[in-house]
């Protein structure tokens, strides 16, 4: 796992270095401050690594408002609605791949206060390298529009789409092989271009899995996203059509 990361970090670094400096110019020409945001993430292990993307909000953005982004979020920047649209704020953090903080698949890498309130079970997508990409992130690369028009964006997420997003990390922590990275990969991929199609793909992964039916529903996302409890919550125990 560790050498594909290298491999496919050096190559995409490489290749996409023109669009990665066309993204770094327009953010820096926007208002004349860094392209980049860094901060701590919660890392392998439970410490914490320093994780680089492209600013796409304000200066300062993370100090003057909720962890969580809504897609109509002020703090967004012009510039910045496009990379996050096409994901390319992310892109950049192949650096981060390439040094060892992170892996290309895994879950992502959490804000610390977030990090804080995981229950004993979300502690084990602690005992993984923080991926660019995993099942969650292809069913939740809406998630500023799932979190558009809330007056607590940060809760909201802990209510539908954290309980979802864990379990999904989780399965992938249990099934995690090459082939399964490289079908992420490519789906994530597909994912930019057609979204129902890479959840249609994603579909068939989660049922190999033999993942809970209402995980699998919830991934699917032709449903309204339900409140639930985090894994490892006391959880209610249900039947979903």
């Keep these: 796992k560790r050498g594909f990361d290298i491999l496919v970090a050096l190559v995409g670094l490489l290749l996409f270095s023109p669009l990665l400096l066309a993204v770094m110019l327009a953010i820096w020409l926007q208002d004349r401050r860094s392209p980049f945001y860094i901060a701590p993430r919660a890392a392998h292990g439970g410490g914490t690594f320093r994780m680089v993307k492209f600013r796409s909000m304000v200066v300062n953005a993370d100090m003057i408002g909720s962890s ?15 990379v996050r649209a096409y994901k390319l704020d ?3 953090q192949l650096w981060n791949v390439l040094k060892g903080d992170m892996s290309l698949v895994g879950p992502r890498p959490q804000v610390l206060t977030d990090a804080a309130l995981y229950t004993e079970a ?3 997508m602690l005992t993984v390298r923080p991926g660019i990409t995993d099942p969650a992130s292809i069913v ?10 809330s007056t607590d ?3 909201l997420y802990n209510q539908i789409i954290r309980p979802w997003k864990s379990r999904l990390a989780l399965a992938y922590i249990d099934h995690r092989n090459s082939w399964v990275d490289v079908r ?12 129902p ?24 996302r032709q449903d309204s996203l339900l409140a639930y409890p985090p894994p490892g919550a006391h959880e209610i125990v249900s039947q979903y059509p």
Excluded: Y
């Design 153 to 155: 964006p940060d809760l």
């Design 122 to 124: 979300e502690k084990r």
């Design 184 to 195: 992420l990969v490519v789906l994530t991929v597909v994912a930019i271009i057609s979204k």
């Design 68 to 82: 969580s982004t809504a897609a109509t979020d002020r703090r967004i920047t012009p510039v910045g609605q496009f």
């Design 90 to 92: 992310e892109l950049v």
């Design 197 to 220: 199609n890479a959840l249609r793909a994603l579909g068939t992964l989660l049922r190999s899995w033999k993942l809970d039916p209402l995980v699998i529903r919830m991934a699917a």
């Design 140 to 149: 939740f690369s809406d998630e500023g529009d799932i979190l558009k028009g």
